[in-house]
């Protein structure tokens, strides 16, 4: 019986030893992480420290290398600002040089469009007609004088007169054009279909109010090439 118990102690130690081994590991593990740990703070810490004292270290005088690092960036800073600057003051937009001179091809464009707004009288043939045609041809010359695509090549607006239904003008936009790349231009730049869009826009964005004389129905707008 005493060595049977002797046996069963031992075998139950045995059992309870890995148990108490795996327990022991896993602390151990702990603590070499923790330890771990605080070194690699403590390594952190000691390289932020350095780079203070290297930043704090003085140069010459009283000059401080963290003094010297920030010049350095500003001045950068300014050589860039300042080149981007005489960049922008130096260049010249070749498209933006041209000589009015030598643009003598006319084109024409003839059309119509509905001002809402009026009533047609026989007042409109008298001086009253004048004012009101010299007011549109400022209105449309304006505009595409203002045009990026198209001002340079505008010559003038004519107002060829006023018909009933309300009142219908009639109007013919004059541009021109230089002897070269005269295909080039009537089929791109100076088409009907631009010409058109950039009135037909302005006719959408005007701020005037609709109930102005002078408002021009936007979908009135009628256009074609003249001769």
């Keep these: 019986m005493t060595a ?5 102690a031992a075998e139950r130690g045995e059992l309870l030893n890995p148990r108490t081994a795996d327990h022991n590991g896993e602390m151990a593990s702990c603590s070499n ?33 963290w003094m010297v690092v920030v010049f350095i960036f500003l001045l950068i800073a ?12 130096i260049y010249d937009d070749p498209d933006e040089k041209f000589d009015p001179s030598l643009f003598k091809v006319p084109l024409y464009f003839n059309g119509s469009f509905q001002l809402p ?13 004048q004012a009101l045609a010299a007011n549109i041809e400022n209105k449309l010359s304006d505009l595409y004088r203002a045009s990026p695509a198209l001002g340079r090549y505008f010559n003038n607006t004519e107002i060829h007169g006023f018909r009933n239904g ?3 003008v009639d109007y013919q936009l ?26 037909r826009q302005f006719l959408y964005d005007q701020e005037a109010d609709e109930s ?3 408002y021009i129905d936007p979908v009135s707008l009628i256009m074609f090439l003249g001769h």
């Design 33 to 65: 992480a923790a330890e771990n740990g605080m070194n690699l703070g403590n390594a952190k810490r000691s390289s932020v420290c350095r780079v203070k004292k290297e930043l704090n270290e003085v140069v010459f005088w009283k000059i401080r290398l």
């Design 4 to 8: 049977g118990n002797g046996g069963s």
């Design 166 to 168: 309300s009142v219908i």
């Design 117 to 129: 707004n009026l009533a047609f009288t026989e007042e409109l043939y008298s001086s009253e007609n």
């Design 78 to 89: 300014a050589v860039i600002l300042i080149s981007l600057l005489l960049c922008s003051l």
């Design 174 to 199: 004059t541009f021109l054009m230089p002897e070269e790349n005269q295909d080039q231009l009537r089929n791109f730049t100076l088409s009907r279909e631009m010409v058109y869009n950039v009135f």
């Design 212 to 214: 102005a004389p002078t």
